[in-house]
């Protein structure tokens, strides 16, 4: 594979389609349930407690941004977006109830047509069988965290170990098998670190003694806002259950594995049934062993991706290859005392986007402002190959932002659509957001409420600015723009009203 730099490659649709080796490989690492909160990169109270080097290093050898949201914050609506670059009204799925219609334009069909060797390993969670790659080995459903069973090209195949670990070994057998005169775009997909969350057996003791800091909203009390946040049930509190608390355990172990895995946790938990814990003091020990379970979990996840980055490396292919690192969506780690994503509050509205392109986007560059989304990769992936994007894709690609030169008429908003009412207690809503502040509505006649709020001054979102005066002018404007972007993105119009 012929090590390039592409500064010539991409001069605005100008420069004739490149072929074979020249153009780029793509290596997508995409997670599910990650929160920017843990990553380091990010920064925050548990970048120094829990590091993320590995994803780090995306970031220093290349681009973080800091405002990439999502269009419909839950995993497979999420995934159906990436695949398609359009809005979940028009891919077919709104929730994970749904089943993706694989019959329809996708990026790996796309990216085939130009040549491309395309393979998903790893998480599919989208009912269908996928279409339109070369390969796919995909778990069956959400997939457990040891011993999964892969959808192996029609053909359901058993595993042993930790799932991080098989994923990341299958991507690596792939890229092993693939054939070297044709450039690869690859889907490496975890299901890491949705819960429930089981680390694997060498990460038992990372964390342990130590104390998590709490987030200040831990003990929300929704005061302030609409009644729709008191409405959930995604609470650490009183939700969370004994599975994802690993008071019990969900993977079908071997009788070896569950010896280890019993033998850490048993003496824990009963240690804390025996204690008769109420209230906060309840709640603060759900908080830590969440927390520390989930870091676990992620901390798999940053050695996986060390081992796709070494295998770049080893192999002479760093300079050739994008590699972009995302999740399907953001996650509440504690903050307002939850657990889970679905609301267009920022935790779980906003999802990690950390790209490295070599001698394309400068080293160390991080993203402030630019409003950008899960909606943007599809066609991303296809001007970074050269390739026609369809003007039915209704994202701009990142290509240009990638590059420093952020287009004139980049979005100033972004629209956001939930549509599983009721899952966690979280109601049906939509809402747009210029960066700064951010309008939601709740439609639904148990609610039938707005919310307005200053992110810039209230960064907690504690404090529904929502038929205040003084913000008049701007809740008219957002309410504007609402319903020009409903318009632009072909709501149907039983959804306009």
């Known amino acids: 594979m012929h090590r390039l730099t592409f500064i010539v490659l991409f001069i605005w649709g100008i420069a004739p389609l490149a072929s074979g080796a020249e153009r780029p490989n793509i290596l997508f690492i995409f997670c599910d349930d990650h929160a920017t909160q843990a990553i380091s990169a990010y920064g925050g109270p548990l970048a120094g407690l829990a590091p993320t080097p590995n994803i780090d290093r995306i970031a220093k050898e290349g681009m973080l941004f800091r405002k990439c949201y999502v269009t419909n914050s839950i995993c497979g609506p999420s995934r159906a977006v990436v695949l398609t670059g359009k809005y979940s009204h028009l891919n077919g799925f709104r929730n994970n109830r749904d089943t993706f219609d694989g019959s329809q334009q996708t990026v790996p069909k796309l990216l085939g047509a130009e040549g491309y060797q395309t393979a998903i390993v790893g998480k599919w969670h989208l009912k269908s069988e996928p279409t339109g790659f070369d390969h796919f080995e995909v778990l069956k459903g959400q997939g457990q965290y040891y011993n999964p069973r892969l959808n192996s090209n029609g053909k359901m195949v058993s595993h042993e170990g930790y799932t991080t670990d098989i994923i990341t070994d299958q991507s690596l057998n792939w890229l092993e098998q693939r054939d070297p005169e044709k450039p690869f775009f690859l889907m490496s997909q975890h299901k890491a670190p949705h819960g429930k969350w089981e680390p694997a057996f060498r990460h038992f003791e990372f964390l342990e003694g130590v104390e998590v800091p709490e987030p200040p909203t831990l003990f929300d009390d929704y005061s302030g806002r609409s009644k729709a946040a008191s409405l959930h049930e995604m609470g650490i509190a009183d939700h969370m259950g004994e599975g994802r608390l690993m008071l019990e355990y969900s993977s079908k172990f071997t009788p070896e594995q569950f010896a280890r895995f019993d033998g850490f946790f048993r003496p824990k938990n009963e240690a804390f049934l025996a204690s008769g814990l109420e209230g906060k003091d309840r709640t603060r020990w759900h908080y830590q062993r969440y927390i520390k379970n989930y870091l676990r979990c992620v901390k798999a996840v940053d050695e996986s991706v060390g081992r796709l980055l070494g295998y770049l490396d080893d192999n002479g ?45 400068a080293e160390g560059t991080v993203n402030e402002t630019d409003l950008v989304s899960n909606l943007d990769f599809a066609p991303t992936f296809l001007e970074a190959v050269s390739a026609e994007i369809p003007e039915d894709l209704q994202g701009a690609s990142l290509v240009p932002v990638f590059k420093g030169k952020t287009p004139e008429d980049w979005r100033t908003s972004h629209y956001y659509h939930y549509y599983e009412s009721g899952g966690h207690g979280v109601p049906l809503h939509f809402g747009v957001t210029d960066g700064r502040y951010k309008l939601i509505r709740f439609p639904e006649k148990e609610i039938d409420e707005w919310e307005l709020f200053d992110v810039q001054a209230d960064p907690l979102e504690l404090e529904s600015r929502y038929g205040d005066p003084a913000l008049e002018a701007i809740q008219k404007g957002l309410k504007a723009e609402l319903d020009r972007l409903r318009r632009q993105y072909e709501l149907p119009e039983g959804e306009l009203e």
């Open 317 to 361: 292919l760093t300079e050739n290859t994008i590699v972009i690192y995302s999740s399907d969506q953001g996650f509440y780690l504690g903050e307002h005392g939850w657990f889970d994503k679905r609301w267009m509050y920022e935790e779980s509205f906003r999802t990690p986007l950390l790209v490295r392109w070599p001698g394309v986007v």
